[in-house]
């Protein structure tokens, strides 16, 4: 008699072999066609709708792009550039007459008033807090938001705008209002069929041309992920549900010139209605080979399909469990690792051990645990386990281990290692769970012997728990509570033991914002046996009047078995949790400096591809020197961050040699570009300064305060650079007429990642002072901010000057 095991074996066997011979081969090729068929289909429409947005967008661009052209040749004609108002007008009138997408155009001076309008008298309207008139008055093409006039005419519009040159050297704008009545009805020509909805949305991220675009006030599209894709310069076909909740093919691409984004969106039950519909039949009729293949292998499998079934679900439900315990496993607050085989190789590893080790998991997978820990009493333990297959538990162990890399760590664990097994049931590895214990074993012993003594020598206890750097609280079950004075200057008032008072006075709860009850305080929660280990709460401080973020550990105090007592020691983290939101700020900052530039660059190169596909060069140059520009300054901020992580490193070294400081700032100062707003005068009091330093770093050091000074001055002003000595100093000072510093911040400009409240419009990480005054100091010197007020602020450079003559670095 066959064993159950075989039994099923056969008649699985014997299915299998009916299926596949009969069905499976034609099976497999078809639905591989199908499937093929299917995708083909649909990536086939999906390209195509992508190629019309984009010639939509095109269109969209050229018309733009066509007015501006129009406005730029106005600027050229002699009436417009001597601002004679009366030819102006009688200049602007036939184009606005012949032309139904010109509603009007008007002249305006460097102020915002319009010298000439075709609607309105001569300064009656200024125009200077436009966005439009901003960009051209500073030598750019201006395009406006989408407007809905009201009144009259009622039409969507936008204003563009170019700058004048006037005879007299003055700037001036052109600027006119374009209806969109053309260019909807011109796109709307480009949409091939009824089914097809056609949007456009401007940089705002209103939509004026689409389903619901002619009501007083346009929709707000910005939330709409294809929006914020297509106003990042980014084109595609996507799908995803649309407004009515129909999932439907979305095809989206930008105009960047307009500062457009024009979607086209299907359901995908019309747009894929062909492949879908051919697709459906293809697998209709291969269902009706397979259900008569399925009828002829199930009278053969009938008897094993129940079984197999059953198989299949604990197959599934095992791997989903085995998975489930797997991430547990893996992001547990402790130590965890799964070593597989007989040579106990690491098969996953805790992030928490990794960082522990200074090691990532390249370096840890695979690899056997003799080679990460050469501990053998480590290792004698878990191979006993992998023999035996009893566990192994430990508590409060004390651990020390030398890893491979040398590096040393140690403590106290509460370890468990117990075997695996396969299915069979046969051992296959091992798994250890280690919680670090060591802040919870220290602070436990460190305090119960504090405790112990207070009954014989309480005044020498509280001498010791005084000089603690954390805030200690002992309470007894009967009522008295001795503390330390870090206690009493953390909590801003005596602890009495007055829950009901405390809960009042220091309003605990947690970082979410949950307040506590006085059950769940942790020093009342210890009386009652449990043992609390890091546990972070917000009190208020009543003596500052302010919060605090504290760090509590409590246990309790036992005495024959018996708990007499609880101890509470804690520590202020508010600083440290206010570094960590400065770390977020700064990330968010550095991302924010990086993405600005890459994306400038993109545009700069894609205009200039697309002038050179058009045969028109004339603008190339000017756009790649931009493009270079700004890839420099990307360069800077990169190398910013290079210099910090080198400092925390300790790897920022300096090449120091003997040099003329004098020559280097000198050089410096004719190198670094400057513009008539922002002028750089250098006032020498002659002679050589030798100093020993980096001259490359001395030239960063001078353009950080160049740059500063520029950047910081957004009026303009003269930068003032001066050279001397006092005394057996090298004196460099860096005067701006900029914004100044705020006195109650001047202390803090020098940290790393600090910008003034003044400074965050203009942009910066917080770094450039910084990296300033760590190579100075680094050369000997020093470096600070000698005077700041509202005329501007002076930077003092200092370095020793040396006994001989020095030459010019290179």
């Keep these: 008699m066959h064993s159950p095991t075989r039994t099923l074996a056969r008649e699985r066997l014997r299915v299998i072999a009916i299926i596949a011979v009969a069905f499976l081969p034609l099976v497999l090729i078809e639905t591989a066609i199908i499937g093929q068929q299917a995708q083909a289909g649909r990536e086939s429409i999906e390209a195509g709708r992508l190629a019309l947005v984009r010639s939509a967008a095109g269109a969209a661009d050229g018309f733009v792009t066509g007015n501006l052209q129009t406005l730029r040749a106005l600027t050229q004609t002699r009436s417009i550039r001597d601002a004679d108002v009366d030819t102006v007008n009688t200049i602007l009138r036939p184009i606005v007459q012949n032309d139904a997408n010109w509603l009007t155009i008007g002249l305006s001076s460097a102020d915002g008033w319009n010298l000439s309008s075709l609607t309105t008298a001569a300064h009656s309207v200024n125009i200077s807090d436009r966005d439009y008139f901003q960009a051209a008055l500073a030598g750019k093409d201006g395009v406006g938001s989408v407007l809905v006039t009201r009144g009259t005419l009622r039409a969507k519009t936008i204003v563009l705008a170019v700058p004048v040159a006037f005879a007299d050297g003055t700037k001036g704008v052109l600027s006119g209002a374009l209806a969109l009545a053309n260019i909807e009805k011109q796109l709307n020509d480009v949409v091939p069929g009824a089914a097809i909805d056609l949007r456009v949305i401007d940089r705002l991220g209103h939509q004026f041309i689409g389903p619901g ?10 939330a709409l992920p294809e929006i914020k894709q297509g106003l990042a310069g980014i084109s595609n076909a996507t799908l995803s549900n649309d407004a009515a909740g129909r999932e439907s093919l979305i095809a989206f691409a930008p105009a960047p010139r307009a500062g457009w984004v024009v979607v086209l969106s299907e359901p995908t039950s019309s747009a894929f209605a062909l492949p879908d519909g051919l697709t459906r039949t293809a697998v209709m009729l291969t269902l009706v080979g397979l259900l008569a293949a399925l009828g002829i292998g199930w009278y053969f499998g009938s008897r094993v399909a129940r079984s197999y079934v059953e198989l299949d679900v604990a197959r599934a439900e095992t791997e989903t469990e085995r998975f489930r315990l797997y991430e547990a496993l893996r992001h547990a607050p402790a130590r965890v690792g799964m070593l597989l085989g007989s040579d106990l190789r690491y098969a996953m590893v805790s992030p928490a051990q990794l960082t522990e080790m200074g090691l990532s998991e390249k370096d840890v997978i695979g690899r056997p645990f ?9 290792r004698a333990v878990l191979e006993q386990v992998y023999r035996t297959g009893d566990p192994h538990v430990s508590r409060e162990s004390p651990t020390r281990a030398r890893l491979s890399t040398g590096a040393t760590v140690e403590g106290y664990f509460d370890s468990t290692i117990v075997a695996t097994r396969n299915a069979l049931g046969a051992i296959d590895g091992v798994i250890y769970f280690a919680a670090d214990v060591t802040d919870l074993v220290v602070g436990r012993k460190r305090v119960e012997e504090l405790a112990a003594a207070v009954a014989s020598e309480r005044d020498d206890l509280q001498h ?8 200690v609280v002992v309470m007894r079950r009967d009522g008295p509570v001795t503390r330390n004075r870090v206690a009493d200057e953390l909590l801003g008032q005596p602890f009495t033991g007055n829950n009901v008072a405390a809960r009042t006075d220091y309003v605990p709860r947690r970082p979410n914002g949950s307040p506590y009850e006085v059950s769940e305080f942790p020093i009342n929660r210890a009386i009652g046996g449990e043992s609390i280990r890091g546990e972070e709460l917000v009190i208020r401080n009543p003596a500052r009047g302010e919060d605090l973020n504290i760090l509590v550990s409590a246990a309790p105090v036992r005495r024959d078995g018996e708990i007499v007592a609880a101890v509470s020691v804690f520590q202020d983290i508010t600083q440290l949790r206010a570094f960590e939101r400065q770390r977020t700020e700064f990330f968010s900052m550095a991302s924010h400096e990086i993405r600005t530039p890459v994306t400038a660059i993109l545009l700069q190169l894609d205009l200039a591809l697309r002038q050179i596909s058009r045969g028109d060069s004339s603008n190339t140059e000017e756009m790649l020197r931009k493009a270079r520009q700004r890839t420099k300054g990307l360069t800077a901020l990169i190398n910013d961050l290079l210099d910090v992580s080198r400092l925390d490193v300790g790897k920022f070294a300096l090449e120091l040699t003997d040099l003329d400081l004098a020559a280097v700032v000198r050089r410096t100062v004719e190198d670094y570009p400057s513009d008539e707003d922002h002028p750089i005068r250098l006032i020498s009091s002659g002679g ?27 009026e303009g002003g003269a930068v003032t650079v001066e050279i001397g000595r006092a005394k057996d100093q090298a004196v460099v000072r860096v005067r701006d007429e900029g914004l100044g510093v705020p006195e109650a911040e001047r202390g803090q400009i020098f940290e790393r990642f600090f910008r003034t409240s003044v400074a965050k419009p203009y942009g910066g990480v917080g770094l450039g002072l910084y990296i300033t005054r760590e ?17 501007g602020s002076v930077f003092r450079v200092t370095l ?9 670095a290179k």
């Design 775 to 791: 190579i100075v100091t680094k050369m000997g010197g020093e470096v600070i901010l000698e005077t700041s007020g509202a005329q």
């Design 688 to 714: 050589s300064l030798p100093v020993s330093g980096d001259g490359r770093r001395i030239v960063e050091v001078m353009e950080n305060l160049l740059s500063n000074a520029v950047k910081y001055s957004p």
């Design 464 to 471: 010791v728990i005084n000089e603690l750097p954390e805030g």
């Design 213 to 222: 675009s002619d009501a007083d006030t346009l929709p707000d599209q910005s």
């Design 370 to 378: 003799r080679e990460i820990d050469p501990d053998p009493a480590h």
């Design 800 to 808: 020793p000057l040396q006994r001989v003559p020095a030459t010019s």
